[in-house]
């Protein structure tokens, strides 16, 4: 074995040069049998998709005479795919003077109310919020 210049080789290297294993390859899958490649593929393309509404949402909506155009509904996407990037998993979205409680993760919003429907405008259990 060659030391040059200061760099010298790591246990598990010597161990892979007298065992016959190579322990430089890096992980290529998970335990699960996916490549890294495969689980951002589908991590960006869950994030990509328009979101959801949970029954609780879409009851919400309903019964506060909500209706989203299509911008609205185009913000409230991007606005979500905004949190998500940031790392925020539960997030109160802004669109105009509606706003979307939104688990990133999920893509789901979980509940929707106007200006009118919130009497204190106290928001809980967020770590984040997204003015879209």
């Known amino acids: 074995m060659n030391v040059i210049k200061n760099q010298f080789p790591s246990i598990e290297q010597v161990a892979g040069q007298y065992l016959g294993?190579?322990?430089?390859?890096?992980?290529?899958?998970?335990?699960?049998?996916?490549s890294f490649s495969d689980i951002f593929k589908t991590k960006q393309l869950e994030?990509?998709?328009?979101?959801?509404?949970?029954k609780h949402a879409a009851n919400r909506l309903s019964d506060r005479h909500i209706e989203l155009s299509q911008g609205q509904l185009g913000r409230l996407n991007a606005g979500t795919?905004?949190?998500?990037?940031?790392?925020?998993?539960?997030?109160?979205?802004?669109?105009?003077?509606?706003?979307?409680?939104?688990?990133?993760?999920?893509?789901?919003?979980?509940?929707a109310m106007d200006q009118n429907s919130s009497d204190e405008n106290v928001f809980t259990n967020i770590d984040g919020a997204v003015i879209a």
Do not use: C, H, M, W
């Open 21 to 34: 294993q190579n322990t430089n390859k890096p992980k290529t899958v998970n335990e699960n049998g996916q």
């Open 47 to 54: 994030a990509e998709s328009p979101v959801r509404f949970s």
């Open 81 to 111: 795919q905004k949190a998500f990037e940031k790392g925020i998993n539960e997030s109160l979205v802004l669109v105009d003077e509606l706003a979307f409680i939104v688990n990133t993760r999920n893509n789901t919003v979980i509940t």
